[in-house]
C-alpha cells in the first residue's frame, strides 16, 4: 500500500486514519456483521419444510408458501460457512455452524440435480421442482458456495459435488469459437433461446454479471482444491473479463454482449463497476500471477475511478446505472450497492493510499447507516428510506436478497482494517448491544 501522506488543494498534509479510528470502525462494522447473521438466524428458518424461507418482508412477516431461489440459498450457505471461517469465538462458531449445516444438507437435498448434473434454478416451498434451467450464473453461486463450505468443515462431498459443477460448467457453457461463457442452458444443458437471468435483463448470449461470478467462484474454488483446470479456468475467466468486458475507453463494464463480443449495452452499471473492481483484485491475487497483475491492474483503477467520478449521490451513495437513451442516473439506492462500494473505494484506498477513496468509503458507510440499515426490524432495506417507505420496500429476504453482499462486506472491511498492523478484534454479544444496536 502505498503509505505517502495525501496532499490537500491548497498543499496541506491530510492525515490517514489512525488505529484508533480503523478500531472504532472496526467495532462498528463487527456489531452490524453479527447483526445481519441474527436475523437470518432469527426470521428464515423454514421450520415446516426444512431449509430457509423463500421471501420474508420488509416489515419480517414470512411468505411460507414463496419458491425458493438457488441464488439465495447457494448465498446463505456461502454468508454463514465464511461467518465461521471469519469469527474465531467458539461460542460465535457453535451459534451459527448450524445455519451452514442446514443450508449445505437442503441445497443437496433440494437444489442438485442428481439427473443432469448442476443446480437447479428454483423449487417450490416444499422443495419440489419448479424451474430446472441451468443458468451459469446459478452454477456459479453454487459452487462459490460449496467451496467455502469444504473450506469450513472438510467435508469432500461438498468439494466433489463444486468440481463436478465446475466440469459441467467447463463442458456446457464455454463458447469453443470465441471464449467466454453463455448465459443459461436447458435442465439437460442443451441450448435455449431465452437466457436472460432476470425479466429486467435483455437476452444476450454473454454478460457482464454471469462472467463476474464465474470468476469470482473460480478463485474461491482454487482457494479450495488448487487444481490445474480450475487455474487455467480462472486465468481464462479474467482474461476474457478485462479484455472482452471491460471498456477502457469508458472505464466502465460492458454489461451484454451478443455471440461476437458486440456491445449491446443500455446502461452502465456502476455498483457493478466498484463490486468488479475489488473482485478482478482478488481474483488476481489468488491466481498469483505477477505477468497477469501487471497487465489488469489498470482495469481495477479505472473501474473505481468512473465509480467515483460519475456513479456518487447528493448523499455520498452509489447509484446504482446510467441510462443511455434518458442519459439519466437511476437515483434509488439499492442495498447491495452501498455494500460493494464500501469494500470497493476501500481497496482502492489501500491500492493507492489516494484520500478521496478513503472518504467515499466512508460516506457510503455513514449513508448506510442513515438511510439503509434497519435499526428497528433489522437488517438493510432493499432501497434506501430516502427512496422508499418501509412499506412500499421489497423483501428483506427473497430470490436475489440474502446475507451475501451486506454480510460479505462487513466481513471484508473488518479484515482490511485489521490488515492496518492493528491487532486482530474479537465480537460477542458480551462485547456489544446484539442485535440492532445503536450507530444509526
Known amino acids: 500500500m502505498n503509505r505517502e501522506i495525501p496532499q490537500t488543494a491548497d498543499g496541506g498534509a491530510v492525515p490517514l486514519p489512525t488505529p484508533a479510528d480503523c478500531a472504532a470502525l472496526q467495532a462498528e462494522f463487527g456489531r452490524q456483521l453479527l447483526s445481519v447473521a441474527d436475523w437470518w438466524l432469527e426470521n428464515t428458518l423454514d421450520e415446516a419444510h426444512g431449509g430457509f424461507l423463500g421471501e420474508v418482508s420488509a416489515a419480517g412477516v414470512p411468505a411460507p408458501e414463496a419458491d425458493k431461489g438457488v441464488v439465495l440459498n447457494a448465498r446463505i450457505l456461502w454468508f454463514f460457512s465464511e461467518l465461521c471461517l471469519y469469527l474465531d469465538k467458539p461460542e460465535l462458531v457453535a451459534r451459527y455452524r448450524p445455519l451452514a449445516d442446514r443450508a449445505f444438507q437442503y441445497f443437496v437435498a433440494h437444489f442438485d440435480d442428481k439427473v443432469h448434473g448442476g443446480a437447479v434454478w428454483s423449487v417450490n416451498c416444499r422443495g419440489g421442482l419448479v424451474d430446472g434451467m441451468k443458468k451459469t450464473y446459478a452454477q456459479a453461486f453454487s459452487i462459490y458456495a460449496l467451496s467455502s463450505y469444504y473450506r469450513l468443515t472438510g467435508n469432500s462431498a461438498a468439494l466433489d459435488k463444486a468440481i463436478s459443477y465446475f466440469e459441467l460448467v467447463e463442458k456446457h457453457c464455454v463458447d469453443p469459437d470465441l471464449g467466454g461463457y ?4 436447458s435442465r439437460d444443458w442443451l441450448p435455449v433461446e431465452d437466457v436472460r437471468l432476470s425479466e429486467k435483463d435483455l437476452n444476450a448470449p454473454k454478460t457482464m454479471n454471469n462472467h463476474l461470478h464465474v470468476m469470482e467462484a473460480y478463485a474461491g474454488l482454487y482457494r479450495a482444491c488448487g487444481s490445474g483446470a480450475v487455474e487455467s479456468a480462472l486465468r481464462n475467466s479474467i482474461e476474457w473479463f478485462c479484455e472482452r468486458i471491460f471498456d477502457a475507453g469508458s472505464g466502465h463494464l460492458r454489461l451484454f454482449l451478443d455471440r461476437n463480443w458486440k456491445d449491446v449495452s443500455q446502461s452502465f452499471s456502476y455498483g457493478h463497476d466498484i463490486e468488479a473492481s475489488w473482485l478482478l483484485a482478488e481474483s488476481l491475487e489468488v491466481l498469483g500471477d505477477p505477468a497477469l497483475d501487471a497487465r489488469f491492474s489498470s482495469c481495477i483503477r479505472a473501474l473505481s475511478d468512473s465509480c467515483l467520478r460519475e456513479g456518487v449521490g447528493v448523499y455520498g451513495q452509489v447509484l446504482d446505472t446510467y441510462d443511455f437513451s434518458l442519459r439519466t442516473r437511476h437515483r434509488d439506492s439499492e442495498w447491495w450497492v452501498q455494500a460493494e462500494a464500501m469494500v470497493g473505494f476501500l481497496n482502492a484506498w489501500q491500492s493507492t493510499g489516494e484520500v478521496r477513496y478513503w ?64 491487532s486482530e478484534r474479537n465480537y460477542s454479544p458480551q462485547q456489544s448491544p446484539l442485535p440492532f444496536g445503536g450507530e444509526g
Open 182 to 185: 453463455w448465459e443459461a442452458m
Open 359 to 422: 472518504n467515499a468509503f466512508l460516506q457510503v458507510w455513514q449513508f448506510v447507516k442513515e438511510h439503509q440499515i434497519d435499526w428497528d426490524g433489522g437488517e438493510w432495506l432493499y432501497y434506501s428510506a430516502l427512496d422508499r417507505a418501509k412499506e412500499a420496500q421489497p423483501y428483506k429476504a427473497g430470490f436475489w436478497k440474502g446475507p451475501y453482499h451486506n454480510g460479505r462486506a462487513m466481513m471484508e472491511v473488518c479484515r482490511r482494517l485489521q490488515g492496518m498492523g492493528l
